[in-house]
């Protein structure tokens, strides 16, 4: 009997062993698939959660900068100086030029045109510069005491002459017997008004040297 037990204790403890699994290739291919899958699922969470950051971060950077985009533009228009007049040519004056003008014809018709003939002149000795539109070399025609007409009521592109001693600029100006001097700003040249008929004076000056004139021009609109 006490054979019989001992060979059932035995056996029984041999049952109470816990037996390992055994897992096969199969599965354990799966397994590695799953946790490849897992591993890519998470770094394309992270990349996306980095993405996000990032895009953040640059669309508040590009709020910022447009909210601040006037006070910079501000302070960096002050702290640019004005630019300085670097060229050692001075500008004409009474005593380098002197102004002709002069014309076909005595006389022009209401309603018609005249032309007259503006010359600059250098007669100094040094070389100047003076601005030759009709902005800067004005023409103005006058009846008595009242200012009729001036070239310069509506804005020229500057010409800048570079003058020396002998020069000559010619340039012919036409005047539409219209009178534009009472006008506040340009206006459309249609729109001015015809002078009457009576005697006219014509003479040049510069802008810049008022001093600078011609020979008054006398003439007569009939």
């Known amino acids: 009997m006490a054979q019989v037990n001992k060979r059932r204790v035995g056996k029984a403890g041999k049952a109470g062993k816990p037996r390992k699994r055994k897992i096969s290739k199969k599965q354990q291919a799966i397994y590695r698939r799953r946790r490849i899958v897992v591993g890519v699922a998470l770094l394309l969470v992270l990349a996306l959660i980095s993405f996000c950051v990032y895009s953040l971060g640059r669309g508040i950077g590009a709020i910022n900068t447009a909210i601040h985009h006037d006070e910079v533009y501000a302070v960096s228009r002050d702290s640019v100086p004005t630019p300085r007049k670097t060229s050692s040519v001075k500008d004409c004056s009474a005593k380098n030029l002197s102004l002709q003008l002069s014309s076909k014809y005595q006389s022009v018709a209401v309603g018609g045109s005249m032309e007259f003939t503006a010359t600059i002149v250098h007669?100094?000795?040094?070389?100047?510069?003076?601005?030759?539109?009709?902005?800067g070399r004005v023409l103005t025609i006058t009846s008595g005491n009242e200012t009729i007409y001036k070239s310069d009521v509506c804005p020229a592109d500057s010409r800048m002459l570079l003058m020396a001693k002998g020069d000559k600029d010619v340039q012919q100006i036409t005047w539409n017997a219209d009178a534009n001097a009472t006008l506040t700003e340009c206006t459309d040249e249609s729109t001015w008004p015809r002078v009457n008929a009576g005697t006219y004076v014509a003479q040049l000056s510069l802008k810049d040297a008022p001093k600078v004139k011609s020979e008054p021009l006398v003439f007569t609109v009939q």
């Open 123 to 135: 007669e100094g000795t040094d070389s100047c510069l003076v601005d030759g539109s009709d902005e």
